[in-house]
Protein backbone atom coordinates (compact mmCIF):
# COMPACT_ATOMS: atom_id res chain seq x y z
CA UNK A 1 0.00 0.00 0.00
CA UNK A 2 1.11 3.58 -1.07
CA UNK A 3 1.31 5.90 1.27
CA UNK A 4 -1.10 9.33 2.02
CA UNK A 5 -0.38 12.12 1.00
CA UNK A 6 -1.98 14.92 3.57
CA UNK A 7 -4.61 15.80 1.74
CA UNK A 8 -5.51 12.16 0.49
CA UNK A 9 -5.53 11.68 4.68
CA UNK A 10 -7.76 14.62 5.16
CA UNK A 11 -10.02 13.32 2.08
CA UNK A 12 -10.18 9.81 3.33
CA UNK A 13 -11.00 10.89 7.09
CA UNK A 14 -13.71 13.35 5.76
CA UNK A 15 -15.14 10.32 3.81
CA UNK A 16 -15.34 8.86 7.01
CA UNK A 17 -16.62 11.71 8.88
CA UNK A 18 -19.74 11.76 6.18
CA UNK A 19 -20.41 7.86 5.96
CA UNK A 20 -20.19 7.21 9.96
CA UNK A 21 -22.81 10.81 10.16
CA UNK A 22 -24.96 8.54 7.19
CA UNK A 23 -24.65 5.34 9.53
CA UNK A 24 -25.85 7.78 12.92
CA UNK A 25 -28.87 8.55 10.95
CA UNK A 26 -29.43 5.17 9.55
CA UNK A 27 -29.09 2.77 13.05
CA UNK A 28 -31.50 6.13 14.42
CA UNK A 29 -33.79 4.84 12.09
CA UNK A 30 -33.50 1.32 13.20
CA UNK A 31 -34.00 2.37 16.09
CA UNK A 32 -37.24 4.10 16.07
CA UNK A 33 -38.72 0.96 13.27
CA UNK A 34 -37.29 -1.54 16.26
CA UNK A 35 -39.63 0.62 19.08
CA UNK A 36 -42.61 -0.07 17.20
CA UNK A 37 -44.91 -3.29 18.38
CA UNK A 38 -43.95 -6.59 17.13
CA UNK A 39 -47.22 -7.03 15.45
CA UNK A 40 -46.73 -4.43 13.56
CA UNK A 41 -45.51 -4.01 9.79
CA UNK A 42 -43.12 -1.79 10.34
CA UNK A 43 -41.10 -3.47 13.39
CA UNK A 44 -37.71 -4.03 12.14
CA UNK A 45 -35.60 -6.53 14.50
CA UNK A 46 -33.09 -5.10 16.80
CA UNK A 47 -32.58 -4.11 20.26
CA UNK A 48 -33.28 -0.36 20.76
CA UNK A 49 -31.24 -0.07 23.53
CA UNK A 50 -28.13 -1.07 21.58
CA UNK A 51 -29.04 0.58 18.43
CA UNK A 52 -29.21 3.74 20.83
CA UNK A 53 -25.47 3.10 22.37
CA UNK A 54 -24.59 2.41 18.34
CA UNK A 55 -26.66 5.68 16.79
CA UNK A 56 -24.74 8.03 19.60
CA UNK A 57 -21.56 6.78 18.88
CA UNK A 58 -21.88 7.04 15.28
CA UNK A 59 -22.24 10.99 15.69
CA UNK A 60 -20.14 11.22 17.87
CA UNK A 61 -17.11 9.48 15.86
CA UNK A 62 -18.71 11.96 12.80
CA UNK A 63 -18.45 14.99 14.76
CA UNK A 64 -15.07 14.11 16.03
CA UNK A 65 -13.67 12.81 12.30
CA UNK A 66 -15.21 16.03 11.43
CA UNK A 67 -13.15 18.50 13.71
CA UNK A 68 -10.30 16.34 13.33
CA UNK A 69 -10.48 16.49 9.61
CA UNK A 70 -8.08 18.96 8.06
CA UNK A 71 -4.79 20.13 7.34
CA UNK A 72 -2.53 17.92 9.67
CA UNK A 73 1.31 18.08 9.59
CA UNK A 74 2.96 17.70 6.53
CA UNK A 75 6.47 16.32 8.09
CA UNK A 76 4.05 13.76 9.71
CA UNK A 77 5.99 10.34 8.41
CA UNK A 78 3.97 9.10 5.67
CA UNK A 79 3.69 5.56 7.26
CA UNK A 80 2.59 6.88 10.30
CA UNK A 81 -0.22 8.85 8.41
CA UNK A 82 -1.43 6.01 6.56
CA UNK A 83 -1.37 3.67 9.62
CA UNK A 84 -3.34 6.62 11.36
CA UNK A 85 -6.32 6.70 9.04
CA UNK A 86 -6.04 2.67 7.86
CA UNK A 87 -6.57 2.18 12.19
CA UNK A 88 -9.57 4.76 11.49
CA UNK A 89 -11.62 2.94 8.99
CA UNK A 90 -10.62 -0.74 10.49
CA UNK A 91 -11.68 0.91 14.26
CA UNK A 92 -15.12 1.94 12.74
CA UNK A 93 -15.91 -1.08 10.94
CA UNK A 94 -15.05 -3.35 13.71
CA UNK A 95 -17.03 -1.32 15.91
CA UNK A 96 -19.99 -0.76 14.28
CA UNK A 97 -19.98 -4.51 13.03
CA UNK A 98 -20.26 -5.44 16.01
CA UNK A 99 -22.41 -3.15 17.31
CA UNK A 100 -24.92 -4.16 14.92
CA UNK A 101 -24.34 -7.54 15.02
CA UNK A 102 -24.88 -7.33 18.76
CA UNK A 103 -28.09 -5.28 18.24
CA UNK A 104 -29.17 -7.54 15.57
CA UNK A 105 -29.31 -10.77 17.64
CA UNK A 106 -29.31 -9.82 21.14
CA UNK A 107 -25.88 -11.02 22.19
CA UNK A 108 -24.47 -7.75 24.29
CA UNK A 109 -20.85 -8.84 22.96
CA UNK A 110 -19.99 -8.86 27.22
CA UNK A 111 -18.87 -12.39 28.08
CA UNK A 112 -15.56 -14.09 26.99
CA UNK A 113 -17.31 -17.45 26.51
CA UNK A 114 -20.95 -18.33 25.89
CA UNK A 115 -22.59 -21.51 24.15
CA UNK A 116 -23.30 -19.88 21.49
CA UNK A 117 -20.16 -18.79 20.50
CA UNK A 118 -20.97 -15.11 19.22
CA UNK A 119 -20.42 -13.53 22.33
CA UNK A 120 -16.30 -14.09 22.35
CA UNK A 121 -16.62 -12.78 18.60
CA UNK A 122 -18.67 -9.90 18.69
CA UNK A 123 -15.84 -8.71 22.00
CA UNK A 124 -13.08 -9.40 20.33
CA UNK A 125 -14.70 -7.39 17.53
CA UNK A 126 -15.43 -4.21 19.76
CA UNK A 127 -12.45 -4.57 21.66
CA UNK A 128 -10.10 -4.53 18.49
CA UNK A 129 -12.06 -1.75 17.09
CA UNK A 130 -12.26 0.19 20.14
CA UNK A 131 -8.53 0.15 20.38
CA UNK A 132 -7.98 1.14 16.92
CA UNK A 133 -10.31 4.03 17.50
CA UNK A 134 -8.48 5.06 20.48
CA UNK A 135 -4.93 4.73 18.66
CA UNK A 136 -6.50 6.40 15.56
CA UNK A 137 -8.32 9.35 17.53
CA UNK A 138 -5.38 9.95 19.23
CA UNK A 139 -2.84 10.23 16.79
CA UNK A 140 -4.97 12.43 14.72
CA UNK A 141 -5.53 14.74 17.52
CA UNK A 142 -1.58 14.71 18.30
CA UNK A 143 -0.80 15.49 14.23
CA UNK A 144 -3.58 18.44 14.35
CA UNK A 145 -2.04 19.84 17.66
CA UNK A 146 1.77 19.50 16.85
CA UNK A 147 1.55 21.48 13.46
Known sequence: MEPLSPKS??????WLASLTGATA???????FLARQVPSSSW?????????ERMGIRAA???LAWTALAGEART??????????????????LLSFGSL???????????????ASG?????????????AALVFSLAATLRARVDR
Open 75 to 92: DEAPTRRTARVACAWTGS
Open 9 to 14: ADRSLR
Open 60 to 62: LLA
Open 25 to 31: VLVFAWE
Open 100 to 114: AASARSGHLGTQITD
Open 43 to 51: NLRGVPALL
Open 118 to 130: LDGALLLGSVLGN
